[in-house]
């Protein structure tokens, strides 16, 4: 075994105990159990699931999804998709607007590489760059996003979402490919509400939409509420972090991903410092007041973080504290952002590394 000073990565065989920190660790047991618990309760319910793969941005993990039961895989930008069209991925939905030459030009290559390639848009101005750039030889098929609550993108109301699913079928570059939404947690009944409508006035004008079609982990397994979906995307669900036990997703046991940190100081009694700050430990609170969860320490409070420390408030702990050179495993509050700032992941199974991820779509952001 190489135990040179300048190896960073780690190798089957190595045990997590013994690992340079910080770095993220993916319980390959945890990870499996994840995977099949979620397409078990789709297949349940009829569901078709597409996994995002922003959580994990590793073709490897997308690949086990789909050999699970997932139809496609869901990315956030063209990057992302190049890359997992590369490790022969067909099926892929871009849920985000692509606007501007230089993106629409990569998206056109990216159509003619793979056969079933969709993206989203919720405006005139979004359908009109697409279809001026395809044809009709290779059109291009389009989702209408709709805001069903969450605030974000998305046209605001079913006859809005009627009106552009036409505007896109009277594209000879384009193809009306269905109806998206990215919801509120717990936003069922809005999601039902405005597809059933925007369905009825679809079905007036003579328009098939071949899919509907929601999303989040938060909601995940509250999917057959708004019976009116035929298919649901998340990607957290594949980790679990912090924000989906507070959810109620998931408990402590079912997150894969820990963040491995060192305790590199104990200026006093009450303050360890560690060496996981901003850069492995995301800053993104997710409306929690901390930064992470710091297992067997539970009175343990991550208050703050710069670049290189994550500084950890003990003075609600017992007796027993962490002590200088010690190990410590964090549930980070949010797991995808986790993924970007890593060039690779180590996953393990019982404490020894089993094999080592690079993370493909790293700071693929366009």
């Not at 940190?261 to 410092?273: I, K």
């Not at 060496?275 to 710091?294: E, N, Q, R």
Request: proline share 5%; charged share 20%; net charge negative.
């Amino acid at each position: 075994m190489d135990h040179s000073p300048f190896r960073v990565s780690a190798r089957p065989g190595d045990r997590i105990a013994e690992l340079s920190t910080p770095r993220p660790i993916i319980d390959e047991t945890r990870l499996a159990a994840n995977i099949e618990r979620a397409q078990r309760y789709f297949d349940e319910h009829g569901i078709a699931f597409r996994p995002h793969i922003k959580t994990h941005k590793i073709p490897a993990l997308a690949r086990a999804q789909v050999e699970a039961g997932a139809r496609g895989i869901n990315c956030q930008k063209i990057t992302e998709a190049e890359v997992f069209a590369e490790a022969g991925f067909d099926d892929i939905l871009i849920t985000f607007n692509i606007i501007g030459d230089e993106k629409i030009a990569r998206l056109k290559a990216l159509n003619d590489r793979i056969s079933a390639l969709k993206v989203t848009a919720d405006s005139a101005e979004t359908v009109k760059g697409l279809a001026d750039a395809f044809t009709a030889e290779r059109p291009l098929a389009v989702m209408v996003e709709c805001d069903t609550g969450a605030g974000r993108c998305g046209v605001q109301t079913p006859e809005a979402a009627a009106e552009l699913a036409a505007l896109i079928a009277a594209q000879r570059s384009l193809r009306f490919a269905g109806l998206m939404t990215y919801p509120r947690p717990a936003g069922h009944e809005a999601v039902q509400a405005f597809f059933t409508r925007a369905l009825a006035l679809l079905a007036q004008a003579g328009i098939d939409c071949p899919v509907v079609s929601s999303g989040g982990s938060p909601s995940l397994f509250e999917a057959h509420l708004a019976p009116v979906v035929t298919e649901h995307r998340a990607g957290t669900y594949i980790y679990n972090d912090r924000s989906l036990i507070r959810a109620g997703h998931c408990g402590q046991g079912d997150c894969a991903m820990h963040i491995l940190a060192t305790v590199v100081s104990r200026p006093t009694a009450d303050r360890a410092v560690i060496d996981a700050g901003s850069k492995a430990l995301t800053s993104d609170l997710l409306g929690f007041a901390d930064h992470g969860l710091v297992i067997g320490y539970p009175e343990a409070v991550i208050t703050g973080l710069s670049e290189e420390h994550g500084v950890i408030d003990l003075s609600a702990c017992g007796a027993e504290r962490p002590r200088i050179g010690q190990k410590l495993l964090i549930v980070p509050n949010h797991t995808c952002v986790i993924s970007n700032l890593f060039d690779e992941m180590v996953f393990h199974r019982d404490g020894v590394v089993t094999r080592v991820e690079p993370v493909a779509a790293r700071g693929l952001v366009w």
